[in-house]
């Protein structure tokens, strides 16, 4: 499998959006995690590529979208808050179950991450 490349993070004001996107190839499970200066590395958002389930943490329901198509995942994420600031990573493997439990541990396969800053 090739290397998870994300694009997209940026500086953005609060109640802003951003689309961050992570070109990757055929895994089973794709996920996003972020992880700022405070925090430990957490799960965001994940969906499990064949039966197009999807799975959020509580901060990002209602306001973040994941999605894929053909080997780019996207995180559509709107309404930011200051809180949202962080690094975003892209992260996948090839165990379906893992998707719904969003840990870091589970996902092999990691990007470099991109900054994405919200501004109050």
């Known amino acids: 499998q090739g290397p998870l490349m994300e694009a997209g993070g940026g500086s953005v004001q609060t109640g802003g959006s951003l689309r961050l996107s992570c070109k990757g190839s055929k895994y089973n499970c794709w996920g996003w995690f972020r992880q700022s200066s405070e925090n430990e590395r957490e799960g965001v958002a994940s969906i499990d590529t064949r039966s197009g389930l999807t799975y959020y943490a509580d901060s990002a329901k209602g306001r973040f979208t994941i999605s894929r198509e053909q080997d780019i995942l996207y995180l559509q994420m709107d309404n930011l808050k200051p809180e949202d600031t962080a690094m975003y990573y892209c992260?996948?493997?090839?165990?379906?179950?893992?998707?719904?439990?969003?840990?870091?541990?589970?996902?092999?396969?990691w990007g470099q991450g991109t900054q994405v800053n919200v501004s109050s």
């Open positions: 992260a996948a493997n090839f165990m379906r179950a893992s998707c719904a439990r969003l840990r870091e541990i589970d996902f092999g396969y």
